[in-house]
């Protein structure tokens, strides 16, 4: 089952929520990240520096399992999935944005997240690892769940502009309906679960959330002050403070073979979603304060 899962209908449902976000999308907004780079360039950053160095210096002062610790470590190391995508769409961010930086820091973790994640390992267990991910792998993974299908519902909007204004108003509760049965078969059908998943889940998840609400305000603040515009500000913010917890937990059940470091990655995709769109939706309203707009959805 989960194999079947895994290799199909994550894959499958990752593209068709892609597809989704296409007919929201126009050519000219992806041209205005390149024109304007500071967003994006910001995003990076936050993802490959600020963030992992926000847990460092949490964890360093939390009496926790060594190996929870590296759990998280490894979760900031990882980039925001299409879950970064949906929440925006949902709050109407910078859609364009957001989409581009998941594409993009899902490569260069490539190189990052080996290293964070071995730093880790050295500062709170003692120990090194060798992690290398599949390249190739990803690169194609990229181009048919992200590329590709964000491409075909572009171009549906383009050649069919009223059928994709229709359809936005029913994809608005049908993608996040997707992307949560994704995350109850990642949680109910994994093939390590056990009874001991329920207290494991009660012992991380308030870190999770704390890690989850700092890392967003660190980098919403950054955002603010470097004034990249509302939208930009919590688009960043979103996309650093949910991750791509697919990648955490086969990094740590297959590369670290640590059930523990997967737990982590477990709990705070589980989680983090709400939690996330929660942060988002004060952040957009403290952007709109004084505009006269009150109307989020």
């Keep these: 089952m989960q194999d079947f899962f895994s290799t199909y209908l994550l894959p499958l449902s990752l593209a068709i929520i892609m597809m989704g976000m296409g007919l929201s999308l126009e050519k000219r907004d992806f041209t205005n990240v390149i024109r304007y780079p500071k967003p994006i360039i910001t995003g990076i950053i936050s993802q490959v520096f600020i963030l992992p160095s926000v847990a460092f210096i949490l964890f360093s002062f939390i009496d926790l399992n060594p190996f929870i610790k590296v759990g998280f470590i490894l979760i900031t190391a990882c980039a925001g999935g299409s879950a970064t995508n949906v929440i925006t769409l949902i709050l109407k961010g910078n ?57 075909i519902g572009m171009s549906v909007r383009h050649y069919f502009y ?3 204004l229709k359809a936005q108003r029913y994809l608005r509760i049908l993608l996040p309906t997707i992307l949560l049965s994704v995350f109850i078969v990642i949680l109910f059908f994994d093939e390590n679960n056990s009874g001991n998943n329920i207290n494991n ?47 955490g937990i086969f990094v740590a059940e297959t590369l670290l073979n640590n059930y523990e470091m997967a737990m982590v990655s477990v709990v ?18 403290i952007e709109l304060w004084g505009f006269g707009y009150r109307k989020l959805f």
């Design 201 to 247: 889940f009660i012992n991380i998840a308030p870190w999770a959330l704390l890690l989850n609400f700092v890392s967003m305000l660190v980098v919403y603040l950054l955002a603010k002050n470097l004034r990249l515009g509302g939208k930009n500000n919590f688009t960043i913010s979103i996309e650093v403070g949910l991750k791509n917890s697919i990648v």
């Design 162 to 164: 009223q059928f994709a």
């Design 95 to 151: 859609l364009a944005l957001s989409i581009s930086l998941t594409a993009i820091n899902s490569l260069i973790i490539l190189v990052t997240l080996p290293l964070i994640v071995n730093l880790g390992l050295v500062i709170f267990i003692g120990e090194e690892k060798s992690i290398q991910l599949d390249v190739m792998n990803t690169i194609i993974n990229i181009f048919f769940t992200i590329i590709i299908p964000t491409f």
């Design 268 to 285: 705070y995709g589980s989680i983090t979603f709400f939690s996330t769109l929660f942060f988002g939706y004060l952040a957009k309203r």
